[in-house]
């Protein structure tokens, strides 16, 4: 018998040759990508290190102490009667004081430090796992709201996590364990109190158990911390007009109230009724919808019509984007979403006004271009959803 001529080894050799540069192009772009935003994360942690005054996680810290120390409900109550304008008050759950109060062990300096190699690391993996169906998801690297919430010391890639590990095990039909990590973004209830409609409507009634059995806990829990006059003066609190100077203004929001402050427009009735019928026409739309499209509109929603101060609440928005970044088709979808993962649009909300105006704009058609798609989304609620990320 012959063997191969030349004819047939040097088309192999040359498909063998392409195979090997694909390969050693995509594992250099997903490393790069991973080291351009491990060097941006350490630099900007580093300079807000340096001002103590405005990193976030001096008030978890603060809250923690307390905690360690059996007084976080005297530092709720004299935050509340404050006679000076808040810097940097402990407003979070009572419970997430407990999260934090291991950190307390340690010195201020390496507490933070630490924390921020938490996040950092989450984050990595998450831009490293993304890349492995398209190298569309590097442009994240340096997506904005991450490198100033790991920068501050914020939670928001507690969040992300959050998100990513409820999905996984979602797709993977574990849906009592899925709803009790989703539960855990309860810790941040104003950007997940959407959640329950949305599963009520999918009708995903084991994973809505999971979610609701965290949400006891974690009130029963901030009721045993505090007692009921801790929790009472933390709700207080929330409302008190003293923490405006302690937060950004309105108009730095991603959402439809910064849209409505930029333009001019304080008429309150008409924020509510935009915000109803967004929520209503995107959370309708899900009905019978794959477990994607639940990651994907949900967490847009609540950005948009939930009131959050804070500008690296977009953190969880990222795993949306990568999601329809790995979905097959959806042109149109995609290009919305590779510009809002990109270091572009994120940046509008530290701009004065009417600039900050555009994330929320961005994000708005992104829903819209979503719930567009996903009418066209001919899904099976029984198929098991494949896995895009």
């Given amino acids: 018998m012959e063997g191969p001529g030349a004819a047939g080894i040097l088309p192999a ?6 195979n090997i540069v694909k390969v050693f192009r995509v594992r250099l772009v997903r490393a790069l990508s991973v080291a351009v935003a491990a060097i941006a994360i350490a630099a900007f942690s580093e300079v807000c290190l340096k001002n103590p005054h405005v990193d976030d996680f001096l008030s978890f810290y603060t809250g923690a102490s307390a905690l360690a120390s059996g007084h976080l409900a005297d530092l709720y109550r004299e935050q509340r009667y404050a006679p000076t304008p808040l810097d940097l008050p402990f407003i979070r759950p009572p419970v997430t004081a407990l999260f934090f109060e291991p950190f307390t062990a340690l010195p201020f300096v390496p507490a933070f430090w630490l924390w921020a190699c938490i996040q ?3 984050f990595l993996y998450f831009l490293f796992r993304a890349q492995s169906v398209t190298m569309k998801p590097a442009a994240a690297c340096l997506f904005p709201p991450v490198i100033l919430g790991i920068g501050h010391g914020q939670d928001c890639l507690l969040f992300l996590w959050v998100l990513g590990a409820s999905y996984s095990l979602l797709r993977r039909d574990k849906n009592l ?4 990590v989703l539960g855990l973004g309860l810790l941040k209830f104003h950007l997940f109190l959407l959640w329950p409609i949305a599963l009520i409507l999918q009708k995903r009634w084991r994973t809505l158990m999971g979610f609701c059995l965290v949400g006891v806990v974690l009130v029963a829990g901030s009721f045993a911390l505090v007692g009921v006059a801790g929790v009472m003066d933390y709700l207080s609190l929330l409302i008190d007009p003293k923490l405006t100077p302690s937060t950004p203004g309105v108009f730095r929001e991603v959402g439809v109230a910064s849209i409505l402050d930029n333009a001019g427009i304080s008429w309150v009735p008409l924020r509510i009724a935009i915000d109803l019928s967004l929520t209503v026409t995107a959370l309708y739309a899900l009905r019978g919808r794959n477990v994607e499209w639940l990651f994907i509109i949900v967490p847009t929603l609540a950005l948009l ?4 101060a804070l500008y690296y609440d977009p953190t969880m928005l990222l795993f ?7 979905m097959p088709g959806a042109q149109a979808l995609q290009a919305m979403a590779f510009v809002l993962a990109s270091p572009t649009v994120f940046l509008s909300p530290m701009m ?9 704009v961005a994000l708005l058609v992104f829903l819209f271009v979503a719930v567009r798609r996903m009418a066209r989304d001919v899904s099976d609620p029984c198929r098991k959803p494949k896995p895009v990320l």
């Avoid at 050799?13 to 392409?18: A, L, N, P, S, V």
């Avoid at 364990?177 to 009790?180: K, L, P, S, V």
């Fill in 320 to 326: 949306s984007l990568w999601l329809v970044i790995s």
């Fill in 120 to 122: 950092a690391i989450v």
């Fill in 352 to 360: 004065e006004r009417p600039w900050p105006a555009a994330s929320g």
């Fill in 177 to 180: 364990g899925g709803g009790i």
């Fill in 305 to 308: 019509v939930a009131p959050h």
């Fill in 13 to 18: 050799i040359g498909t063998r040759g392409d």
